[in-house]
């Protein structure tokens, strides 16, 4: 059985003040007996302080990128490792954000994913199709590139401690929701992509999230489908009703 996973990417926003309160009174209302793993995805100059909040409780502390270098000169970036010494368990990896805006490629991302998991951090990888290329009938094309791309040369080990999240950029942000049949279904071509690649243990092990305008009301019925076992989610993160009402909206 996979326990599903509802992660917050709280992207560039709040404040230290704000952070940390919204981590508090998350971390106040989850605990291990909660219907699924919760991690909360800070700017990285607020890790820190949201991890100190949130210390001693069941939420788990994500940073939204990294670089894959483990040290030396590169101005601005952070090393998987430094990401581990403040506490993080999580990086997100491969936004599309940072796909479109920062000109990651599948190659970047793939030397992200290896160096994230050398130390031990478990990377949650996004992957998804723009609104021409799903109209264009290319969505479980480009999804397959992007993992065959990103995820280039882990071994089976590696792919069990990794997280998947299915997220069409048509979706991000713009209130428009994947349908739960839309969503299953590219779940579903991703676990086959798996069974492929590696073998039907880490298919049916393997976590995938769906992520896109997820909030309090659709939460339900796309976490019903089979294959979706978890949410990465933006906007809705930033409340903590909201993203409470997805965690418990995970106990089905
Ligand atoms: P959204 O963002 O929930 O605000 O659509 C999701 C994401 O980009 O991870």
Sequence with gaps: MRRKIIAGNWKMNS????????????????SSSSPADV???????????????IKGS????????????????????????????????????????????LNESNQDINR???????????????????????????????????????????????????VIAYEPIWAIGTGVVATPQQAQEVHADLRKLLEIRYNSEVASAVRIQYGGSVNAENAASLLAQPDIDGALVGGASLKTDSFLAIVVAARQ
């Excluded at 991690?39 to 909040?53: D, H, N, R």
């Excluded at 264009?136 to 040369?153: D, F, N």
Aim: with cysteine; aromatic share 4%.
């Design 15 to 30: 404040s230290r003040a704000d952070g940390v309160a919204l981590a508090a009174a998350i971390a106040a209302k989850i």
């Design 39 to 53: 991690v909360v995805c800070p700017p990285s100059v607020y890790l820190e302080a949201v991890g100190q909040a």
């Design 58 to 101: 069941a939420v788990a502390l994500g940073a939204q990128n990294c670089y894959f270098e483990a040290k030396g000169a590169f101005t601005g970036e952070l090393s998987p490792a430094m990401l581990r010494d403040i506490g993080c368990s999580y990086v997100i990896l491969g936004h599309s954000e940072r796909r479109q805006l």
């Design 112 to 162: 992200k994913v290896l160096a994230a998991l050398g130390v031990g951090l478990t990377p949650i990888v996004c992957f998804g199709e723009t609104l021409d290329q799903r109209k264009a009938g290319q969505t479980a094309a480009v999804v397959r590139e992007q993992i065959e791309g990103s995820l280039a040369g882990l071994s089976r080990e590696q792919m069990l401690q990794l």
